[in-house]
Structure formats: structure tokens, C-alpha cells
């Protein structure tokens, strides 16, 4: 499959735009003269373009075929290496990580860059450094056509579960294995449950020493998380305790399961493909307002927001229930809409230590929140999980240092800070994509919820 790589094709069209305006203005009084040159200009330019793309230049091919077995040299994954440590020690903020510290594992690292490697290879070398940048907006993922190359094919452990205080536990009942929701993995193939979390926490990205995120990604994402890190297997033979502490054992067939087959950060978007992204109902005295994500659904935030807490107040509701488990972020935009209809008095948002980008300012996010008209008076629960994240984590932060309500659930994977602003970078030689923050972002709250906010 073929990769654009935007960058070297900008630096090449700016190159040519420069030239072509110089000659433009080198030859405007001399039309016939100007003629002839543009001509050759634009010849020339169309055949050095094709040599630059047939060399690889601004774009590249990646054969799926071969995806899961090729071999890259030393010099070719050096290479690679190079472009990620400059993301990471360079470009991201590093707000949660000794920056010295990482630099050193960098370099431990690169050394054992000394002999070929497949793809898969490299990146389970590679992708516990991206993790110790400890910034949950930065992962590392496999190629799109690793991805593409496992269709179909690749198998997955079968079972839903749930990590929770450092167990594995089934999340519901398969009758055809008489294994019942609740029960406990012991192990899977001989891997014991404390290895696999283990090496769940130091591949899946996270900010700062808070792990409630990386839990909460290998629950929702255990298949691909075991095939990336643990083993391929075909079968998975798994040791169990019930509910009464009996031991038992259940040989699985692995299963292609397309949700799985995916990478990193792209795994978010399977959990709200098909889910609204906000909805509401009212029973009796109460009101529960879910939002899954900050994102815009088919109806506007603002309007249904208007309209929601508009009934509210119309029907005298009196208590409130805003659900935003399992919530990764998204718009801080609607956060600060939401929060407006909490809120009675003025009050910040974003922390003067943020440096917003053009178009935030321009939208007005570094101002204080404004209370709506029908902004909510009565009594408001806030219901959270480890699910909890980036815009979310500071919805949170500064609903509990507000003291906006009561706040009900488990820790959130996210505080009042983070970096995001990330950009996409595609290693050229592998094509293993990096997702890496830029900038720091952080919300007037609590010095206590940094990294989490608690019930």
C-alpha cells in the first residue's frame, strides 16, 4: 500500500513554487523568451517529480504481503530509530517524565539495534520507550499494512474480561465453555495473569504513574493488547477460579475478530462506532445526561444541550446524573459548554501555563466560563471510571475543585493536565506510525488531580 509523506512533498512543491515565481519576474518583459522557458520549466518539472516518487521521495510503497516478514537492516531501523527519538526527546513537552532519565533508556535501547529485524520485532523493542515517555497521547503502532497483512487471518483470545485490582476477570458468561461472568483468568498458556498485566502497563501509554487508562484499554482491548504483546497463538489453553475458588481449565480456539485488528490509538474509535455520542432521559425527579465523547454528533452539542437542560428546568428537575465513563476526550469546547449549565459564577478553564494554538484563541477558549441562563441548580452527580481521559480528565478536575456536585465511580485516567496537539509521523523505513504530543495543556483545578481525579 502506498504512504504519502506530506512533509517532503511540501518542502518539494515549495521549491518548486519559488522557482517558477522567479522565473515569472526574470523573464515578465520578455514574453516569447518567457514562453520558452516555462515550457522546459514545466517539462522538466513533471519528470523530476516522477524520478523524486519512483526513488521514494514524499511517497512510498509498503508491501502487505510481505508486512509480517520482511527484514530490515540495521542501518534502515537506526534510521527509524533517529526520527522517534527526535519526536520524543524534541518535540513532546515530556511534563511527567525525568526527560534525562528517558534519554538514557534511549540509548540502551539503541543498542540493541544491532542485527536485522521484522517490523514486529522492532516495535516490541521500541514501543515500552514511547510508554516511558509516560504522555497517554503518545503511542506507537504497527503499520497500516501490518494491519491490513493480519486480516482475516490473525487470532485472538476470545473472551471478554475486565482488569480490575490486578486481576483478569471474565466480564460475561460463555455457556459453551460453562465459564461464568465474574470468574477469574489465572493464567492464559502458561502466562500468569500478574505477567500479562505487567507487560500490558509497560506497552500501553499513560500520563505520568497513573495506570487507571492502561487498565482500562487492556479490559476494553484485550484481544489485540495479548496478540501485540504476549504471543500468537492459535489456542489458549486457560486456567480459571470460579466464584466458590475452584480451579478449573478450558482450552479456547483463537478467533479473527475485527475489532481487534487494529493498533494504538486507533483503538478509541472502535468503542464509539456505533454509539451515540450524547444522550439524555428523565425519570421521575431525575435527569441523566450521558457523554460518551466530546465529539460533535448529528445534532449539535450546543443546541442539544439548550434544549436538554431547558426541559429541565421547565419539568423542576431537582437532582441530575451526568455519566461520562469510558469518556476519552475530544472537543474542549463542548467540556466548557457542558460545564457552563453547571456552573453559578465565572470561572477559568484553561490555566495561564497553556499555550493555546491560534485557533482556540480565536474560538475564545482561554476565556473564563460564562454561566448559562438555565444553568442547573440542583443537586448533581458525576459518575466516572478509569475510561476517563484528556478533555474528559479536565471536565472532571474542575467539576470536583468546584465542588459542582458529588463524584461517584472509580479514578479517572486522566487530571487537570496533559499534552496533546499531537501529530502523526510515519517512520519511513518500517512504516510503524507515531502519535505525539506537542503542547501542554492544563485546567484551573486542584493541584491534587493532576493525573487523576477521585470519587
Known sequence: MWTIFYSEVGIFLAVFLAILIFLLIGFRKERK????????????????????????YGVKYYDVVT?????????????????????????????????????KSFQEVRDQINHAMTQEEFYRLVNPLVVEAKCGHTNLSVSQALIENRTGKALYFPLEVKIQNNQIIVAKSYSQYDIQEGDIIRSINGNDADSIISCFYKNISHDGDNLAIAAYIASKHFGYEYFEFIEKAVSFLTMLEDADGNSYSVALDGEYIDACNTASWQLHMEEYSEVTYYDYKIEDETAFLTVRVFFEGKEKFASFLADFFKQVKEEKIE?????????????????????????????????????LPLLYRMQGLGKEITPKEN?????????????????????????????????????????????????????????????CSQTYYEVVADENYKNSVFP
Open 375 to 435: 444553568h442547573f441548580t440542583g443537586n448533581i452527580t458525576l459518575l466516572i471510571d478509569g475510561g476517563v481521559f484528556s478533555t474528559a480528565g479536565h471536565f472532571a478536575a474542575v467539576f470536583q475543585s468546584n465542588h459542582l456536585g458529588t463524584v461517584e465511580g472509580e479514578p479517572t485516567g486522566g487530571g487537570y493536565a496533559c499534552t496533546d496537539g499531537s501529530k502523526n509521523i510515519t517512520l519511513k523505513n518500517t512504516g510503524i506510525r507515531l502519535h
Open 67 to 103: 508486512a509480517d516478514s520482511k527484514l530490515y537492516s540495521e542501518k534502515e531501523l537506526q534510521e527509524d530509530f533517529d526520527v522517534l527519538e527526535d519526536a520524543i526527546c524534541n518535540q513532546n513537552p515530556l511534563v511527567f517524565v525525568d526527560q534525562s532519565e528517558l534519554k
Open 33 to 56: 523568451k518567457r514562453r520558452k522557458v516555462l515550457t522546459f520549466y514545466g517539462i522538466a518539472s513533471v519528470i523530476l517529480i516522477i524520478v523524486f516518487l519512483l526513488n521514494g
Open 319 to 355: 437532582n441530575l446524573v451526568i455519566d461520562i465513563r469510558g469518556n476519552f476526550g475530544g472537543s474542549p469546547q463542548m467540556s466548557r459548554e457542558l460545564l457552563s449549565y453547571l456552573i453559578s459564577e465565572h470561572t477559568p478553564y484553561f490555566s495561564s501555563k497553556t499555550k
